[in-house]
C-alpha cells in the first residue's frame, strides 16, 4: 500500500461506488416523484440490483483482503514472526476490506431473506465506515507531519460518511442524506488518489516537504476543492438522471404525463412548503 | 485581508444578512399564525424573495472571490510562483466565498425548478458554513495566542451555525431554530468585527498584547456580550415585525380579526401545552 | 467568589432550583395521568407558576450581577483601569448571571404573551448554560491542576445540562428528559459546594494539596457519588409526590379513582410496551 | 483487580449479559413479527423476565461493589487512612458496581409498578455505562503507553454503549439499536479478557512490552476483530433463535402458519421499501 498505486486502488473504488450510489439514489428518488403518472422503476428491480451492489461489494473486498496478503512481500497470513509482528500496515489494510466484505454480505442476506430488518445493510456500512476510520486514526504513529495531515483529514472524512450513514439508518429515504454520502464517498475517493500524489508522486518527482507548512495551507482548501468537485458531479448527475427518466417517460405515455405533471408540480410545492 | 476592512466587510455582510434571516423567519411565522384569520403573506412572494436572496448570495460570493484575487498585491489566480505556493490566505478566503455562492445557485435552482428536493439550500447552507469553519481552523498555524484565540471563537460560532443549520435541514419550519441560526450569524457579524478591532486598531493604536492572559480573559466575555446584543436585536425585530403585521392586519380586517383572535389565542395555548 | 461562600450561594440556589424543577416535573407528569380520572392540576395553575418562576430568575440573576459589581474590592462597574482589565473574575460572574436573568425575562414574556413560541425558554436556558460553561471553560488559564480539575468537571457536567435541555427544546414534554435535567442541575449544586470544601476549606484547614493525583482519583468518584445522590433525591422525590398525588385524589373522589385506576393501568401497560 | 482473574470476571459478565441481551432482543423481534399469525411469546412472560435480569443484575453487582471492598487487601470500606487516600481504585470499582445495581433496582421497580415510565431503565442503563466510561477515563493517570492504549480503547467502546442506549431510551422498540448495543457488550466482554491477557498474561510469560509502537498497531485491528466476532456471534444467534421459533411456530399451528406467511411476507417487504 506504501506507494502511489496502493493509494489509487482504493482511490478508484471508492470513487466508482459514489458515483454509483448518487446514480441510484437520484434514479430512485426520481421513478418514486414520476411512479404517480408511470410505472417505470420497479420495486423487483431495484432488489436485485441491490443483490448485485452486494456481490460486487464482496467481491472487491476479498480481492483486497486476499490481494494485502499475497502481494509480493505481504504478511501472507502469518502475523507474528521472529519475535515480531509481522507488516502490521497489511493487516489493517486487510482487516478494512474485510468489514466491506461483511456490508456486502448483509446487502445479499437482506434482500434475499424477507424477515431481516430492511436497515441492516445502512447500519453495517456505518460500521464499516467508522472501523475505517478508527484504524486509519491509529496508523500513522510516528509519522511525519504532512503524511499525518493527509490522513488525518482522511479520518475526517470517513468519520462523517460514517455518521451520515448513521442518519439514514435512523431516518430513513432521505434522497439529500444519500446524495450528501455520496458525494462524501467521492470526496474519499478522489482524495485517495491526492494522497498517492502528495506522498508518492507518480512522476517520480521528489514527494512533497514533509514539514513546510504552506503546503498544509495548500492541501487544506485543496480538500474542499475536491468536495467542490464531488458536489459538481453529483449535481451534474442529477440533472443527467432527470432528464433521461422524463425524455423516457414522454416516449412512453405522452400524454397522460404532459397532463399529470402540472397536477404534480403544484401538489410538490404544496408538499414542500 | 489582513486589515481592519478585510474583517469589517464580511462581517457587514454577515451582520446584514442575519439581520435579514431574522426578519424573515418572524415575518414568515407571523403570517403563518395570522393567516387562519386573513391572508397577507402570499407563497408566491416568499418564492420570489428566496431566488432575490440567491442572486445577492451569488453577487457577494463572486464579488469576494474576484476581489480577493484580484486586490492590488492578491495573488492573481496564481496558485504556485518561483517554487512556492503563492499567497495561500487569500485563496482560503476565495475557497470559502465560492462556497457561499453555490448555496446562492442551489437557491436559485431550488425554487425556479420544482422538482429538487425544497431541503438542498439549507444542507448546502450548512456545508458552506462546516467548510468556513473547516478552513478557519487551518487557517492560523504559526500565529501567536491572541490571534489563534479570537480565531477559534470564530471557528466555534461558524461551527456551531453549521450545526444548527443542519438541524434545521432535518427539522424542517421549526422557527426557532431559524431565529437561533440568525443570532449565532449576527453573532459572526459582529465578532468579525471585533477581531478588526483587536488585531488592526483602525485608531492608528498599537495592536492588543498578544501574549497577555487577561486579554482572552476579557474576549471570552466580549464574546458572550456580542451574543447577548444578538439576542436583544432578535428580540427588539420579532416585537416590531409582530407590531407591524398586526396594526396592519387591524387595519385590512378589523371586525374578524378581533373576534377570531381570542379563539385562536385559546387553540394556540392548547397545542402549546 | 474567591471564597467558600462564594462558591456555596450559586450551589445553594442551583440545589433548589433542581429540587423544584425535579418536583415540578413530576407532578406534571403525575397530575396529567391521574387527569383522565379526575381534574386536579389546572392549566391556569401552572402557568402561573411558570410567572413566579421567572420573576425569581430575573430575581436572582439580577442580585448575583449587581452583587458581583458592588461587594466591597468589586470592580463598580470600571471595565478597564490604570492600563489593564479590572477584576475580569467578577465580570465573568456578572455575565454568566446576566445570561439566566435572560431566561427568566423569556420565561415570564412567553408565558403572558400567547404568541410567542413555547419552547422558547427552553432554548435560552440552554443557551445561557452553554454560555456558563463556555465561560467556566476559559476561566481557569493558569491555576492549578487541582482547581483545574474541578473546573473542568463542574464545566462537564453544565454542558452536559446544555445539552439536555436543548434536547428537551426539541422534544417537548418527555418527563424522563426533565427529571434528568433536574438531577444534572442538582449535581451542579452540590459539585458547587464540594468545590467550594476543597479549595477554600471552610474549617481553617489548609487547601488541599494541588498536585496529589491521589486527590484527582477521589474526586472523580466523589463527582460520581454526587450524581448518585442526586438519582436518589430525584426518586424520593418522585414517590413522595406520586403519593400526595394519589392521597389527595382517593380523598376528593373515592369511588371512581378505584375504578377507572384498573382500567388505566391496563392501557398504561399496553401503550408502553 | 490488578490481575488476570480481576479482568476475566467483569469480562465474562459483559459477555454473559451482551449474549442474552442479543437472544432477548432476536426472541422479541422474531415473535411480534410472527404474532400476526400465532401468539406465541406472550406480555406477560417477558414483564417476568424483565423482573428477574433486574435481580440477576443486582445481585451481580452487589457481589462486585461488597467483593472489591472485602478482598484481602481491599480498603474495607476505609476511604482515608493515615493521612492519604486509601486504595482508589477499589473504591472506582465499587462505585461502578453501584451505579449498575441502580439500574437493576430501576428494571424491578419499573416493571413492578406501572405507573413509572417505561423507558427510564433504558435511561439510567445509559448513565451506568457513562458513569463506568467517565471513571474509566480517569483511572489511568501515570501508567504507561500501552496500559493507557487498552484502557482508552475500553473508554471508547463504553461511551459508544452508552450513547446507542440514549439512543434506545429516545427511540424505542428499534431492534437493530438494540442488537447494535448487545454487540458493543459483548465487545466490552470480550475486549476486558484481552486487557487481562495483555497486561497479565495468566500463562506467567512476561507482559507486553508498554512502549513497543507496534504493539499498539496491533492491538487496534485486534480490538476491530473482536467487533467482527461480535457481529458474527449476533448473526449466528438471530439465524438459531429465528429457526427455533419458526419450526416451533410450524409443529403448533402448520396449516395457517404456511397460508400466512406468504401474504406477510409481502406485507413486509412492502413496509420496508
Known amino acids: 500500500m506504501g506507494s502511489f498505486r496502493g493509494h ?21 428518488y426520481v421513478c418514486k416523484k414520476q411512479r404517480r403518472t408511470c410505472y417505470l422503476g420497479s420495486k423487483a428491480l431495484f432488489h ?15 480481492t483486497g483482503t486476499v490481494g494485502e496478503q499475497f502481494i509480493p ?12 509482528w509481522n507488516q502490521l500496515t497489511n493487516w489493517h489494510h486487510s482487516t478494512m476490506y474485510f468489514f466491506f466484505g461483511l456490508v456486502g ?3 445479499i442476506l437482506c434482500f434475499t431473506i424477507s424477515s431481516l430488518p430492511a436497515s441492516l445493510p445502512k447500519l453495517m456500512f456505518s460500521n464499516a465506515l467508522f472501523v475505517e476510520a478508527f484504524i ?55 482524495w485517495f488518489w491526492q494522497i498517492g500524489f502528495v506522498l508518492y508522486p507518480p512522476s517520480g518527482a521528489p514527494a ?44 412512453l405515455c405522452p400524454s397522460e404525463a404532459g397532463l399529470l405533471k402540472n397536477v404534480e408540480r403544484e401538489q410538490e410545492s404544496e408538499e414542500e412548503m
Chains 1, 2, 3, 4 share one sequence.
Open 8 to 28: 489509487a486502488i482504493p482511490g478508484t473504488f471508492f470513487f466508482v461506488m459514489g458515483l454509483w450510489w448518487s446514480i441510484k439514489s437520484t434514479l430512485k
Open 48 to 62: 436485485r440490483v441491490e443483490i448485485l451492489e452486494g456481490a460486487v461489494l464482496v467481491g472487491m473486498a476479498l
Open 73 to 84: 512481500g505481504g504478511p501472507q497470513l502469518t502475523l507474528y514472526k521472529e519475535g515480531q
Open 105 to 107: 454480505v448483509t446487502d
Open 136 to 190: 486509519f486514526y491509529n496508523h500513522t504513529h510516528g509519522r511525519e507531519m504532512l503524511d499525518i495531515f493527509v490522513h488525518q483529514l482522511l479520518v475526517l472524512v470517513i468519520f462523517l460518511t460514517g455518521l451520515v450513514t448513521f442518519m439514514e439508518f435512523l431516518l430513513r429515504n432521505n434522497v439529500l442524506l444519500e446524495l450528501l454520502r455520496s458525494s462524501l464517498i467521492l470526496l474519499q475517493g478522489t
Open 208 to 251: 512533497w516537504d514533509p514539514m513546510d507548512h504552506d503546503n498544509i495551507m495548500f492541501l487544506t482548501i485543496c480538500f474542499c476543492w475536491h468536495y467542490a468537485l464531488s458536489f459538481i458531479i453529483i449535481g451534474m448527475n442529477y440533472a443527467l438522471v432527470t432528464w433521461l427518466v422524463k425524455s423516457r417517460l414522454k416516449r
